[in-house]
């Protein structure tokens, strides 16, 4: 007997290796389709992360442009509102500088009027301290006629109480109109003089009165105390300007300014 199998027993042992191996290749199939699936189902959420992922990047997108726009926006906002903000500046510039010229301008008509008013006060002063002395010479001349007038018309009382006098005790001695034509020469001569001091007199008056401050003196000189309100309404002008020329007459040394009432100063004698 030989130890080799037998053809049947052969066919058998593959038939029963062929049907190991088939169960063992369906089970890696089952296996490998299991996995398959698994794959199809991580390639399906990675496909929808990925289509998620890829929204979110489009919406970032879409958010960085818009985001860009804005910052486009705010920041031609910014420069505009820089430049708005450079042109105003130069405007307050120019304007600071104009400003500063004209308190520099003002400053100096200010430093010009103040000294052309002390020029002027000075002048005034000095005008009137000569008025004030032409207004003496006037004083002087006017009492000096004054006098003058007085001894003339004494002397024409006199020398007509002398005429009288004279005819009465030469009258039954002497012809008729003997002696009367001189003395009536005389005193014509006499009241020709009186009648030229009167007329001087009064020219003087009115010398003095057409100056606008003579005339304030002579005013209070004649009348009284006065107020300003009276002055003003007497010489025909405003309040102030009566009070400015009294205060040139105060300056002066004619007249006193006491609150709203104006009078004669001291040593000034009233008219009668």
């Known amino acids: 007997m030989s130890d080799r199998p037998s053809p049947s027993a052969t066919g058998n042992a593959s038939e029963a290796t062929s049907s190991k191996d088939l169960e063992e290749l369906l089970k890696q199939v089952t296996q490998l389709t299991a996995k398959l699936e698994k794959a199809n189902k991580d ?30 926006s705010v920041t031609e906002e910014v420069q505009k509102e820089r430049s708005q903000g450079r042109s105003k500046i130069s405007k307050l510039e120019r304007a600071s500088a104009d400003l500063e010229q004209r308190l520099e301008m003002e400053r100096k008509k200010a430093q010009e009027a103040a000294e052309a008013a002390a020029a002027r006060d000075e002048h005034q002063k000095t005008q009137l301290e000569a008025m004030g002395e032409q207004l003496d010479k006037f004083r002087a001349v006017l009492r000096l006629r004054d006098e003058e007038l007085v001894q003339v018309q004494g002397e024409l009382l006199a020398r007509k109480d002398a005429e009288a006098s004279a005819r009465q ?34 020219q003087l008056r009115v010398a003095l009165e057409n100056d606008p401050k003579f005339k304030v003196y002579l005013l209070v000189r004649e009348t009284g105390q006065r107020t300003l309100e009276e002055l003003s309404k ?10 400015r020329r009294v205060q040139e007459l105060v300056r002066g040394g004619l007249l006193l300014l006491r609150e709203d009432k104006v009078l004669l100063a001291q040593g000034r004698k009233q008219a009668r």
């Open 43 to 72: 390639c399906a959420a990675l496909q929808e992360q990925v289509t998620q992922l890829t929204a979110k990047l489009e919406k970032t997108n879409e958010d960085r442009e818009e985001l860009q726009e804005q910052l486009a």
């Open 169 to 202: 005790e030469t009258e039954h001695l002497r012809p008729a109109g003997f002696g009367q034509q001189g003395a009536v020469r005389d005193t014509s001569v006499l009241q020709r003089r009186v009648t030229d001091l009167e007329i001087e007199l009064e």
């Open 234 to 243: 007497v010489l025909g002008v405003g309040r102030l300007e009566a009070q």
